[in-house]
């Protein structure tokens, strides 16, 4: 039997975290800071948008809570397969866009969700997605992961590796997303699941902040600037294209500036941009074109 | 009974176009030239991919043709609600990004389509999309096509035209891509058909071309620049969203760099960028958000 007020108990974490998360990146950038919009959802429930342009180590950064409920629309009940009903839907998601190419774009989402009948689970994740490869800091940020999941009977970091490799993926590319991490979805055993989620939540920022630390000064060229742009087109292809989270988010009313906040600021596309061989960018590029990589 | 050596004609057709549109928007620049791309389809035909970039001009543009066949792939069949078997496709797509923001972007397409059992039309359109509003430029845009259609039995400009007023359309946004054009699909009068795709095809650029000499110099502060890369934003999620030949084109395994020329080469997405009341942007933003107007 679980506890009908694990719904509050996961909106109060993610409320929680979103201010934690957010007060640490601005203590990161040191120059922006986060903006705030609430927001209402006319079928139930709404969101707390938080938004941070032009700083001086991220060029864009979003950390969104949102709160939702009321009937099923029926892109949701297809697109779950659950019954027709009401559902509740509770949610964090964070995207950081730094400025410098060297340091990695980072997404991270925890949601839980409960539809009609009595079914609920928990569902989230976090991946890194570099524009040059620093293979130390793709290590640190697998083993701060694989720590977390080992503090968790309920967490399988195996397991949920490989579920991010398979879903980030971009198949008319043939390429990765980035260089993975975790993802987990319909995992019903609610209390282990809210206690790794506090966990994790806490933990997001331990391997990823000191990356973005070491990489925001590394000297950048524009040819690095223009390659990071133009990848920089990639992760919006993944968003607008693949991405079930985002299409769904559209598909169900959701507030369009807050789901679009998570396409980085400035973007290329060129034609044919192959990188010539023997050069990082060669070698980022073949990484994401071949088999996933067990980083540990 | 069809010609059935239609097929050919269509493809020559497209073919001859190509050559003519590339050295029409080459003079019209005056600095850069078309590049050329073949392209083998594994399954059966290929294509000519010609793409122009850093131009004095144009920014970016594109003029593809193809002309491809064999057993219809799962995602036609159902696409289309076609019998499964073999199937043709021959087609002419242009995309032209032009460098000022006061010069519109254009886009068009003509493409011919048999399956198994004898089925067998026409399709196409061209539409304008503009990042500030010149009332004139718009009439003269679908002036030239109102006239191409008078020209032409089979053809159906009001028709057409309420037709692109629907299918460029962005739910997410409330909002229309451009300012519209015709837009026409399935038409299976074949003879009359190739012979308006010929004279539409021939006076593709009559009204383009002379809109963008006469913006093309206009002076432009930065944030009319920025605007147009925001505006740029709106266009890449129409192609990657809900484009059906975009989407249609990568679930086939088309050529991924042939299908995403069209997307612009500098593009930004700023959060919550609404502009103010009384500019230009402003102007622009609520006839894209307002019903589709009549230019004639």
């Known amino acids: 039997m679980s506890d009908p007020l694990l719904r509050h108990r996961a909106e109060a974490l993610f409320a929680r975290l979103q201010d934690e998360v957010c007060a640490r990146l601005e203590e990161l950038d ?5 903006g705030r919009d609430e927001w209402r959802r006319p079928g139930g429930g709404g969101g707390t948008t938080r938004v941070l342009a032009d700083g001086a180590v991220f060029e864009k950064g979003a950390c969104n809570v949102s709160t939702v409920w009321g009937p099923a629309p029926p892109a949701l009940v297809e697109h779950l397969g659950v019954a027709a009903g009401e559902f509740f839907a509770t949610g964090i998601s964070m995207i950081f866009h730094p400025r410098n190419p060297h340091a990695p774009t980072m997404h991270a989402n925890l949601r839980y969700f409960e539809c009609d009948g009595g079914a609920a689970w928990f569902g989230g994740g976090q991946d890194l997605t570099p524009y040059y490869l ?3 800091d793709v290590r640190a940020f697998h083993r ?10 309920v967490a ?10 398979r879903y980030f993926h971009l198949p008319c590319r043939g390429e990765a997303r980035g260089v993975g991490g975790i993802f987990y979805d319909h995992v019903r ?4 699941m809210l206690a790794f989620s506090e966990d ?5 920022l331990a391997a990823y902040a000191p990356i973005v ?5 590394t000297p950048t060229t524009p040819a690095q600037e223009r390659w990071h742009l133009l990848r920089r087109g990639r992760y919006v292809e993944f968003n607008l294209l693949y991405d079930r989270g985002t299409r769904f988010g559209l598909q169900t009313g959701g507030r369009t500036e807050s789901i679009l906040v998570s396409l980085p600021p400035r973007v290329r596309w060129d034609y044919l941009a192959e990188p010539a061989a ?3 960018e060669r070698e980022l590029l073949d990484l994401l074109r071949g088999p996933p990589r067990d980083w540990l």
Chains 1, 2 share one sequence.
Do not use: I, S, V
């Open 213 to 217: 630390a070491r990489r925001r000064e």
């Open 144 to 153: 701060n992961l694989a720590d977390c999941c080992a503090r968790h009977e």
């Open 189 to 192: 055993e609610l209390e282990p």
């Open 278 to 280: 023997g050069t990082p």
């Open 30 to 34: 040191g120059a922006a800071r986060f």
């Open 200 to 204: 994790f939540g806490e933990h997001l």
């Open 156 to 165: 399988d970091y195996p397991a949920w590796k490989a579920w991010c490799d």
């Open 134 to 136: 620093y293979a130390d």
